[in-house]
């Protein structure tokens, strides 16, 4: 049957949204109902139950060693175990099950499922790291010390959504990377510095959507370029002397230059989309895939896939409201941290690997056909962690969701649960400021309050700051290594933070200086940089010889000509912001 268009007005936000004939398609493949939640509220949702870096010390519930872990200590009512715990033979899942009960809305007694079973301290994949015990939702790391959301990493600090990366500091989306320093979204480059969008680079500072280049300092919009600085040609002998003007070992020459450098990037045309070798895709950061729309930070390889986020390993297909990982991932909907050869997962948090048919699970690792489990390894035909012969298992499956259908669970924020949509935010073990959705969709106090979602108030840090951030040298050649016993109160929260050693040996060997802020502080200024994972329907800022505000003059006649280029897009620049935004056609005529 083929489905027209249909409206729907969003339970949470209010706001009417689409649903097209191609979405009818894959919930049809997918067997489930359409949402009744747009798709931003949807992507807020999945975020409130993944906690990144709001980091805890607190006792393992089996060993008792303390640890870092993802739940403060006040959060008595759930049961934590270290990861060395966590993934030992001690306990499977199982001694956990329980009977439904059709009396009761199922999502009751899943969320008393999730809070009675044991949570990983972190959700890193513990057999495969080595010396990087302060990482989280991390997989292969060696050596590495608070990155988030990474895999393959080696000596790699305060870093988040990264893929084979080595010997970097305070990156923001970056894959096959070395000896690099403060990027957003860069790849396949070597000792890249402050720099943005940039690709294929080598001794590459403080530049903005380059390929190719090598030997180029606050540059832009260049292709296969060397000895350039700020877009100017130098020969060898003079690049590297007029190199010697700026301070890059200075803090405060490092400003300058910034200052410097991000105004003259305001002066070049942006592309509308961070985008390359795509087929039929709309969105931002996406590489390498095709017919895909709506996407987020796909390093390569989606197909057929809509509304997914930070899908950093291929190949993921057909997959909607999908965020998080990736690897051989098909046929999934409405599921948050999910890969490596998943097929069949809907409405799930942290199932992997190789896991086929699940439904509303959560931390369910290398197993296939369960509903509703928590916590809990290698089995099959299971339904709150108790396992059934498979007949049984279709039989009860079937009857729970009749029941889901009929009785719909009333959330904490007043929205009807049924069948079909991922977890209410009364599962989540999270308050609403130490989730992810609190990085993409911020709120004050007042407003999750206000919301109905939790709010948590960390105790404050015990550490006193020795020394203020604005004492701290200048130059890192005035730095001795006493730094790393000092306690820096940072410039911006006046939180305490510390320079350990492996970083002072990167900022020694890139000869940069220490920073001002803290880790998180430096993040959420990375963040405020990178484009947001909203679109915006705009027109072409090129109108015939010059950007429609006179800034930028055209190098080359479009194909347009002398008139306005009446080229429509979605983009992830809101109109507000002050880059001139070409569509494709007019951009690539301009780039150097």
Known sequence: MIMNVETKNCQNCKKDFT????????????????????????????????????????????????VVGMYADEKKDITVYCNSCW???????????????????????LNELIRHTPQMALAINHPTLVNSEY??????????????????????????????SKDSMDCTISNDSELC????????????????????????????????????????????????????????????????????????????ILAMARNAWLAYPRKFTNELMNTNVTGEYIYESRNSRDM????????????????????????????????????????????????????SYQTWPNVQDLEYCVHTLSSSHMFGCANIRNKKYCILNKEYSPEEYLELKKRIIKDMVERPFISKTGANYSYGEFLPPDLSLFAYNESYAM?????????????????YDAPQNPHRPTIRADALPDSIKDVSDSIISEIIECGICKKPFRIVPAELTLLRNFILPLPRACPNCRSLERWSRANPP???????????????????????????????????????????????????????????
């Open 19 to 66: 649903i097209e004939p191609e979405d009818f398609d894959f919930y049809e493949k997918m067997k489930v109902p359409a949402p009744t939640f747009c798709s931003q509220c949807r992507f807020q949702r999945r975020l409130m139950f993944m906690n990144e870096r709001a980091l805890y010390k607190r006792a393992c519930d089996m060993c008792k060693k303390r």
């Open 87 to 109: 993934w030992s033979d001690k306990w499977g899942g199982d001694e956990y099950a329980r009977e439904y009960d059709p009396a009761r809305p199922f999502f009751e007694q």
């Open 135 to 164: 990482v989280n939702h991390v997989a292969t790391a060696k050596n590495s010390y608070l990155i988030y959301t990474a895999d393959y990493c080696e000596n790699v600090l305060y870093s988040e959504i990264l893929l084979r």
């Open 181 to 256: 320093y403060e990027l957003i979204n860069s790849g396949r480059s070597y000792r890249t510095f402050f720099s943005e969008d940039c690709d294929s680079c080598t001794d590459v500072y403080f530049s903005k959507d380059c390929i190719g280049c090598s030997d180029c300092f606050g540059c832009t919009n260049l292709r296969k370029k060397k000895y350039h600085i700020f877009n100017k040609p130098y020969t060898k002998e003079a690049y590297q002397e007029e190199l010697k003007k700026f301070m890059v070992d200075s803090y405060h020459g490092i400003q300058d």
């Open 296 to 347: 987020y930070i796909v390093h390569k390889g989606a197909e057929d896939c809509r509304y997914c986020q930070i899908l950093t390993m291929p190949t993921i297909k057909d997959a909607y409201d999908y965020t998080i990982w990736g690897n051989s991932a098909q046929r999934i909907y409405e599921c948050m941290v999910v890969g490596e050869g998943a097929d069949t997962v809907k409405f």
């Open 439 to 455: 990085q993409f969709f911020p709120m004050g106090r007042e407003g999750v309050e206000r919301s109905g979602l939790d709010w």
């Open 534 to 592: 909203h679109l915006w329907k705009r027109t072409c800022q090129c109108y015939g010889a010059q950007s429609s505000s006179g800034i930028y003059q055209n190098t080359a006649t479009h194909a347009h000509g002398t008139e306005p280029c009446k080229v429509e897009f979605e983009t992830s620049y809101a109109p507000e912001r002050p880059e001139i935004v070409y569509c494709e056609q007019c951009y690539n005529t301009e780039v150097a």
